[in-house]
């Protein structure tokens, strides 16, 4: 660990990639190490491909792919005796996750005889206590969503809590070398180190957005690291690749993205205000940017995610190419939709608020659906459908008395069966639980760190 | 991409740098338009309104948060994605091709 006396003059971050489990070449980490980073951060989760990963509690990334991103991480912030953060371990951020990213750290540390202190925090919460938070009146919604009952907290499979810095900060003041954090706001895990070490919050927070993607804020998104240096009055930016730049468009666009407001961002304990940032390029490929301010809030509040089951799904897949039902495709889907009610009725005898059907018509109109205001006279459609029902025996059997229909359902006129193109057999996939994110709320706390639990050892002590 | 030859643009999306669409978040869904100078921005602007993008996207107005940015060139534009991700007829989970409505808006030819 530095010195930590007094706040030095700054502190530079090392983001090597978007996602642990990315990718990024080995000169990565050594230009970021000659830079004089002081701590390595990498975000390991997100919301973003949809709620199976927090619901089920497994990780989007590939474990080979994690592992390979580790050696090299673990290796650089040992021997140059720096922190290496990781946040969100294992997508979701459940406590699985975090066990998942421990057991490969451990594993690496063992077969590299790296002998470093490893903490992990767990952010997974229990309903039951949450319901007693909600009923004193603490958890309030976010907009769009409507305010909470303790029924959907019992719903969820799994529940997290964002933390914020603290938590991580307390892990950094205990000795760790290595954080693996459970769910954690993507800016936190980029900014923990600078706060502890006396940065600024404006710029540090502002500097912590912009890198937690990785290469997304330079002119090529796919070139991977960024490196960030925060002082006393702002903070400088640039890729790791030599061949990428940080420019003042790419840099301020970079609050753009997957942003609702691009001037404010909501942290537990305050908001990112940049709408007076300055950007301005130092050289060709590194910009600086002051200006940026942190407005602490009146109260500190966490975000909850949870995901809960919503029914159980298969999908069926099959191939049109006659080009008289693709004339007429429209009246197809129509007729489709209707038989299949008819025969679920009185075969299967489902009342219709027990199942549902996505009939996807890929190639003419299935991404845009009623937006698409241009469907274009396909060649050959790919018709997916896809059946949800309350268990998965019961969505398999109307897709089997769907089957004859994917196979050989004529338009209402025709006077012969045709027959379609399924591409599997069977051609049906039964997909298991289905689940939804269902929390969109904050919880308003005393303690930034009072819902996480850290627990600390040897790398090869657990 | 923007042309320099005799062929005018027609969409939004030949005049843009790039016109884009992403989940913000599980509950919202972002869109922007990344014009190249200021000429082109004006056009962006004066397009994109409250008006059009609910009636592209099927959103009550009072939903939808408009934010330009002249010294960008972007205009971005935000709203409660209007099916729930992961949900059975969610059909973009990234909401990555939503932006194609917008793009595809015939706006006049700049200068």
């Not at chain 1, 942290?267 to 200006?291: F, H, K, L, N």
Request: charged share 20%.
């Amino acid at each position: 660990m530095p010195d930590q006396s007094g706040p030095p003059d700054s502190v530079g971050i090392l983001v090597p990639t978007g996602m642990l489990g990315g990718g990024f070449g080995p000169g990565t980490i050594t230009r970021g190490i000659s830079l004089g980073a002081d701590v390595i951060a990498v975000d390991g989760g997100s919301t973003d491909s949809g709620p199976y990963y927090l619901g089920a509690g497994v990780a989007k990334t590939a474990e080979h792919a994690v592992r390979h991103d580790l050696r090299l991480l673990l290796a650089a912030a040992s021997s140059a005796r720096i922190p290496l953060i990781v946040g969100s371990c294992g997508t979701g951020g459940t406590d699985s996750g975090v066990n998942w990213i421990a057991g490969i750290v451990n594993a690496i540390c063992v077969e590299d005889g790296l002998d470093l202190t490893v903490a992990r925090i767990f952010s997974e919460q229990h309903a039951g206590q949450l319901i007693s938070e909600l009923e004193r009146g603490r958890i309030h919604a976010l907009p769009p969503s409507e305010a909470l009952d303790a029924a959907t907290l019992g719903r969820c499979t799994h529940i997290v809590a964002m933390m914020g810095h603290e938590p991580i900060e307390h892990a950094l003041r205990a000795g760790a070398n290595v954080v693996l954090a459970g769910r954690a706001t993507d800016t936190a895990v980029s900014a923990a180190f600078a706060l502890m070490r006396g940065m600024p919050p404006g710029p540090t927070w502002h500097a912590a957005k912009i890198i937690e993607c990785g290469g997304q804020c330079t002119t090529n998104p796919a070139s991977g690291g960024v490196f960030a240096r925060i002082d006393h009055r702002g903070f400088t930016i640039e890729p790791l690749d030599p061949d990428s730049a940080c420019t003042p468009t790419s840099v301020a666009a970079h609050m753009l993205y997957e942003t609702v407001n691009p001037y404010t961002m909501r942290e537990p304990g305050g908001t990112i205000e940049v709408a007076s940032a300055r950007y301005t390029a130092i050289d060709e490929r590194t910009v600086r940017v002051e200006g940026s301010r942190f407005e602490p809030a009146d109260q500190y509040t966490i975000k909850l995610e949870g995901a809960a089951v919503t029914g159980y799904e298969t999908v069926s897949f099959t191939g049109i190419r006659d080009p008289q039902i693709l004339r007429s495709i429209d009246v197809w889907a129509e007729f489709f939709d209707q038989t299949l009610t008819e025969r679920v009725a009185s075969v299967l005898e489902l009342a219709a608020d027990t199942w549902g059907a996505d009939l996807r018509l890929y190639g003419y109109n299935a991404v845009l659906g009623e937006l698409e205001r241009q469907p274009a006279r396909p060649a050959e459609i790919g018709v997916m459908l896809l059946v949800s029902a309350q268990d998965q025996q019961t969505a398999t059997a109307i897709s089997k008395l769907a089957n004859p229909l994917l196979l050989h359902l004529p338009l209402p006129a025709m006077n012969y069966l045709p027959s379609f193109a399924f591409a599997t057999s069977p051609a049906h996939i039964d997909r298991g639980a289905t689940y939804e994110f269902v929390l969109n709320h904050v919880l308003d706390v005393d303690s930034p760190t009072g819902m996480f639990r850290l627990e600390m050892g040897p790398s090869h002590g657990f | 991409m923007a042309s320099d030859t005799n062929d005018a643009p027609r969409t939004l999306g030949e005049l843009a740098l790039e016109v884009r669409s992403k989940n913000a978040g599980p509950f919202w869904m972002t869109l922007e338009a990344f014009m190249p100078d200021e000429e082109t921005y004006r056009i962006a602007d004066a397009l994109i309104t409250t008006e059009l993008i609910s009636e592209l996207y099927h959103v009550a107005p009072a939903s939808l948060q408009i934010f330009r940015i002249p010294d960008l060139h972007v205009v971005k534009v935000s709203f409660p994605r209007p099916v729930v991700q992961g949900s059975l007829h969610d059909r973009d989970m990234h909401a990555g091709q939503h932006h194609v409505p917008l793009a595809n808006m015939i706006v006049p030819s700049p200068g």
